[in-house]
């Protein structure tokens, strides 16, 4: 086993990623640029967080966390397009954006034990 499947932040971000990837192509007829970027988005979380646990030291580990947290923040942007546009309804909004919540919260509890820096 890889140290990253043994974090519970792995399992939650694996879970949302197969949830978008399987909402995605269970609705093909979403627009083609926004699913391209909500997949690239989400799957650039899973990941970031994957190779961040393979860095050796605080600095490398937190660079790629927090390229994780970025590729969060783009899906939350990107499903808020989304629903304005239509293409995504509330309720599904809703389910995506409370995990994407969940694993930034996460992602900045790890990215801030290995800086020290309680501000980040």
């Not at 909402?23 to 994957?50: C, E, R």
Request: net charge negative; proline share 2%; with cysteine.
């Amino acid at each position: 086993m890889f140290d990253f499947e043994k974090l519970e932040v792995y399992q939650v971000t694996k879970t949302q990623n197969i949830d978008v990837l399987k909402f995605l192509y269970q609705h093909p007829g979403l627009n083609s640029d926004f699913a391209a970027q909500w997949k690239d988005a989400s799957m650039g979380t899973v990941i970031n967080l994957a190779e961040s646990t393979a860095r050796m030291t605080h600095p490398e580990k937190k660079h790629f966390l927090t390229i994780a947290r970025g590729n969060i923040n783009s899906c939350v942007a990107l499903m808020e397009l989304g629903k304005e546009m239509e293409w995504l309804d509330q309720a599904t909004f809703e389910q995506f954006y409370g995990r994407y919540e969940q694993m930034s919260k996460m992602m900045l509890g790890m990215i801030r034990s290995f800086s020290g820096d309680a501000k980040v």
